[in-house]
């Protein structure tokens, strides 16, 4: 039977030590019911937005959430409002531009929490004391501020079935290091099995976001890596175009399920890979599609490989960062909202969700000690890690890079065409 342990230590930082066990979900957590004031009324409300919970270890974390913050606030009604994840950020834009939005939201970092920043509150100075705490601020800080804590982190590991590369004659205990050997893996279990090689749903248009972080570290070189992040890219570049090619070309040679284009990614491509008919998928590590919920369908088969190396060169890193966080809108409920942020990232229940849901956590002082050999290797590689690609992408960027990528799966565009639009894009 597989064990899963937590053990943590608090570092000298001041913090708000309150009980926890927790989850999250697609990217985090939420819930739909609300704090109970005491029997003499509540002397205040905060109204807070997120996209649901996906299970039940995501729905412990929202109430640890809510317990914390009851602890400093036992006066305060929270509402939490659960919006539908694939309409989020529409009905939040369309709230906030009626004046009708929330007091807290919930962000994804990187692009959708940056492109948003000039509604947002920031929280640059009430937060400071958390710095050494936690991982993953970057996704979260825009222009010199920052606007939220990171919750848990958000990365994209290669995970792969340790029985499809047997079948298929391959060395499980030695994965493809370069894009050649992954091309020739590939091409073996395509010829062994009845599995796809990867297991891929881009009917949101998701699956480039995953292959540019999950593979772009063996592609660009450390300096020209730092530069995208800095937002000095330039689509038309050998490498930029390459990552394109590669992703056209993986598409032209098979490696992908079946009308992966109409198949969901949440969560229909990962199911796909966690019943054995995909070899390998570029999951999360985040609250689905991470190490522990492949490992209770794959056990022992479950294996993890680092991004493979594509140019000489490059220096290749696990893809991870700041994942979510909650965001604060109403200026006049800025310390409510701080205190709410400072209870997503309570100690305890950061733990007891990481135990329960799977997460890699932002709480540096948390360990993840499991025989789970994946989760091992992931939090093994965090130091080193680089943060995501896509993320560093303007809205519209990244909008356009979705359409794109499914015409470039199809073969509907080229990839001369694919760079010209995105190098536009990006100049505005």
């Not at 957590?29 to 005491?38: E, V």
């Not at 004046?99 to 919930?106: F, K, M, S, V």
């Not at 199911?271 to 209770?296: N, P």
Request: with cysteine.
């Amino acid at each position: 039977m597989k064990r899963t342990i937590i053990t943590t230590a608090v570092a000298g930082v001041a913090l708000v030590t309150l009980t926890g066990c927790g989850g999250a979900a697609p990217t985090t957590p939420g819930d739909s019911g609300s704090t109970d004031a005491p029997s003499g009324g509540s002397a205040q409300e905060l109204t807070i937005w997120n996209w649901g919970d996906a299970d039940e270890a995501a729905a412990a974390y929202t109430e640890d959430v809510k317990a914390a913050f009851a602890e400093m606030h036992p006066d305060v009604t929270v509402e939490i409002v659960n919006q539908p994840f694939d309409q989020y950020y529409t009905l939040l834009g369309s709230a906030i531009e009626a004046g009708t939005g929330p007091d807290l939201a919930l962000y994804n970092g990187g692009t959708q929490i940056k492109s948003r920043a000039a509604s947002l509150v920031p929280v640059t100075d009430e937060l400071a004391d958390l710095k050494d705490q936690l991982a993953g601020w970057p996704a979260f800080e825009e222009g010199g501020e920052t606007y939220s804590a990171p919750t848990f982190l958000q990365g994209f590991p290669i995970y792969f079935n340790k029985a499809l590369f047997a079948e298929a004659g391959l060395d499980a205990d030695n994965p493809p290091q370069t894009w050649d050997e992954l091309t020739s893996a590939c091409q073996a279990i395509l010829d062994s099995t009845d599995a796809s090689c990867f297991a891929l749903g881009n009917k949101e248009g998701l699956g480039i976001e995953f292959f540019l972080s999950g593979f772009g570290s063996g592609v660009f070189t450390p300096e020209e890596y730092d530069a995208w992040i800095a937002g000095e890219r330039d689509w038309t570049s050998e490498h930029a175009t390459q990552v394109l090619q590669m992703w056209a070309d993986s598409s032209a040679d098979g490696w992908y399920n079946d009308g992966a284009n109409s198949t969901a990614m949440f969560n229909d491509s990962f199911d796909i890979f966690s019943a054995g008919d995909a070899a390998l998928v570029i999951g999360l590590m985040s609250g689905t599609a991470h190490w522990k919920q492949f490992d209770e369908f794959l056990g022992d088969d479950l294996g993890f490989v680092m991004p493979v190396a594509t140019n000489d060169g490059t220096t290749v890193a696990l893809p991870a960062e700041g994942g979510i966080g909650y965001g604060i809108l109403n200026e006049e409920k800025k310390d409510l909202g701080v205190d709410w942020i400072r209870a997503s990232v309570d100690h305890d229940a950061l733990a007891a969700y990481s135990l329960a849901g799977g997460q890699i956590t932002s709480d540096t002082t948390i360990t993840l000690d499991t025989d789970i050999s994946s989760a091992n290797e992931i939090v093994a590689e965090l130091p080193g890690s680089k943060p995501l690609l896509h993320t560093a992408l303007g809205a519209d960027e990244l909008d356009l890079l979705h359409r794109l990528g499914q015409q470039l799966l199809n073969g509907d565009v080229t990839v001369a065409d694919a760079t010209a639009q995105l190098a536009d894009a990006a100049k505005g």
